[in-house]
Structures are given as C-alpha cells and as structure tokens.
C-alpha cells in the first residue's frame, strides 16, 4: 500500500482523483487538501461521495503533506505546482494535473503561459504524461506533467499518421469540442447556464495555449509540425470530439489509415479503435478512461480525417493521472480503472 495525497482535491479534477482512489487496491489516502473548502467533509465538497469519503478538506501544509505521503497529486491552476513540487521534496512522487511540468523549457512554458516558470530546473525530471508516447519514461519519473485534456485526444489522433510517415506535418487542423467541467469549477460568465444551454461557441484562438503542448509533442515524433487548433465549447458537462484533419504525403488507402491506428496501439489498454461504421462518440468514454478513436479517408479530397473521443475529466485528467501512478508505482496499468463509460 502507498500513501496518496490530493492538493486540489475540491475542484473537479482532484474530486475525480479521489473517486478513482477510493477504489484503488493499493492506494491510502492520507490528506485532501482544498484552501477553499477547508474544513468541510469531503461529501459535503462532492455529495456523490457520501458514506464513501469520511475524511475533511485540509488547508495546504506542505511539509506535513509530503512527510506522509510516497505520491501527491497536484489539480491546481496553473502557477501554482511549480512553487509546491520543490517543497515536497525529492522523495515523493508528484503528478501535476496542471501546466507547470508538460513543456521540456522554461522559456516555451513563459510563451504560452505568460509568467515565468520558477522551477526550470526540475523541468529535466518531468515526463510528460501520456502514457501511449511515454511509457518507459513514466516508470522511471518522480515528477509527471499531466496532459491538457484537448492534447490527449488531439495527439492520440494524429501521433499515429505522423510516426507511420502518412501525413504531413504541416497544415494540422484540430478541431475539438468540450464539456463545460473542462473550464474548471470556477465561475465564469462564459460557464454560466444561460450562456452554454442550446449554444456552442469557439474560443482562445488563433493560438490557444493547448497548440505549444500540441507542436511540442508532435515535433518529437515529426520535424517542422505546423498545426492549427481550434477549440469550442458546448452544452454538455463532459466530453471531449477532436475532428483532426490531415494532408497525406501520398495517395492513402483506408486499410492503410486504419492499419497505423492498429500498428501504433496494439495491445494498449485504453485506447480503442473503432472500425467499420462506427465513430466515436463522447458518450461512449462517459466516466472512463477509455479514447476512442477512427479515421476516414475522404476520396474526393485525399484528406485524412482523425477522431477521438475522451471523458475530460478522465482520460483527459484524473483518470490518466491514476494510469500515470499505476505506472511511476509498478502496479499494473489498468489497477482501478478498467471500468466501461455509462451509457445512455
């Protein structure tokens, strides 16, 4: 058994961690840390955890934290993990929902970012944490920098057509549609009801910050990745659709397109590939850690067409952070998290 802590454990990517934890076979959890909840019971924070979750939000000590915990999790805005992971120490294992350990330079992180990062220095140890490109350096990192949630379906998307030599690495156009859970718990005019219901809308582009993740992932797999990213937003809680469009370097089949697919994931655990008329669809993935993914090949146009579908808050946070654990701890991958999306 491992001692796990959650700081950010109020808001609804470290509710999600706590959920998956709770039903973890190795995991004790020994504090949950909320500044904003503190003192509050856990189900009094998320009322589906009641006569699960006993304990009480804490407010943030960090030395006490990391004295009694091997993993801590960090589901923080953005700005704050980088001046908790040094106060932690260096025997705990850290998993940052956040930005601050996704880029591999301070200077790429203060571009998309706009503030400094205060600890360039532990950048070298973090692993960027998508664990159908990184595997092998999961296992061996203390410090993972969990993806963007739009990220993880994009690149899941369009890694395979890129490492397969199939498309071209300029001109990507990602497409993605999101619940509302993925801005946060926070409240904003542009989450209130009255503004999301029977409505959808694009925002933060061109140049949304998620595209610096995006070109920096790509452009380890291709040289010289040009994209363009659009995201939206919609009338939903959860759920992520990335529609991916590519340009083929040569006259591509569908046996060939969906053969990268298979090539790239076989015997992945959690990405599943959908062939024959099916396409994915968000409520499929619904609570699970599951992508699912399909690719088209126009025969008019040439393009390819690359689709994902992911539970933000799952695949796109919570539950990659706790596949991310499984991996940094030795457990086996799927431990607490082999379960199917809900549907209807």
């Known amino acids: 058994m491992i001692n796990v802590s959650v700081i950010g454990a109020s808001g609804y990517g470290g509710g999600e961690v706590v959920r998956l934890l709770v039903g973890h076979p190795e995991v004790r959890l020994a504090h949950l840390v909320g500044d904003t909840r503190a003192g ?14 006993d304990a009480r939000t804490e407010p943030l000590d960090a030395a006490r934290v990391a004295a009694d915990s091997d993993v801590v999790f960090l589901a923080l805005p953005n700005g704050m993990a980088m001046s908790l992971v040094p106060q932690l120490g260096e025997r705990v294992k850290v998993i ?26 532990l950048l070298g140890q973090a692993v960027y944490g ?65 503004e999301v219901n029977e409505n959808v809308f694009a925002y933060g582009t061109p140049g949304h910050r998620h595209t610096g993740e995006l070109e920096e992932e790509l ?27 590519l340009h083929p370097v040569h006259q591509v089949t569908q046996a060939e397109a969906e053969a990268a ?12 590939i959908l062939d024959g008329e099916h396409l994915p669809q968000t409520k499929a993935t619904l609570g699970s850690n599951f992508c699912d993914v399909a690719v088209r090949v126009d025969p008019r146009s040439g393009m390819l067409i690359a689709f994902a579908a992911i539970d933000n808050l799952m695949k796109g946070a919570a539950g990659s952070a706790v596949q991310n654990m499984n991996l940094m701890c030795g457990f086996p991958e799927e431990t607490g998290l082999r379960a199917p999306g809900l549907f209807p």
């Open 261 to 272: 697919f298979s090539e790239m994931y076989a015997g992945e655990p959690f990405v599943r």
């Open 96 to 121: 940052d929902l956040g930005a601050d350990f996704r880029f591999r330079r301070g200077a790429a992180y203060e571009r998309w970012y706009k503030m400094p990062h205060t600890a360039e220095g």
């Open 40 to 53: 509050e019971p856990f189900s009094d924070v998320f009322p589906n955890m009641r006569g699960v979750v």
């Open 219 to 245: 452009g380890a797999i291709a040289a010289d990745v040009n994209l363009t990213f659009t995201p939206h937003l919609i009338p939903m809680t959860r759920g992520i659709l990335a529609t991916v469009y």
């Open 130 to 194: 998508l664990p159908e490109l990184h595997r092998a350096d999961i296992r061996r990192a203390r410090i993972v920098g969990n993806p963007g949630c739009y990220p993880v379906a994009a690149l899941l998307a369009v890694a395979p057509f890129l490492a397969n030599g199939l498309a071209s690495p300029r001109g990507i156009v990602i497409d993605a549609k999101s619940g509302v859970s993925g801005a946060g718990r926070g409240t904003s005019s542009r989450t209130h009801f009255s």
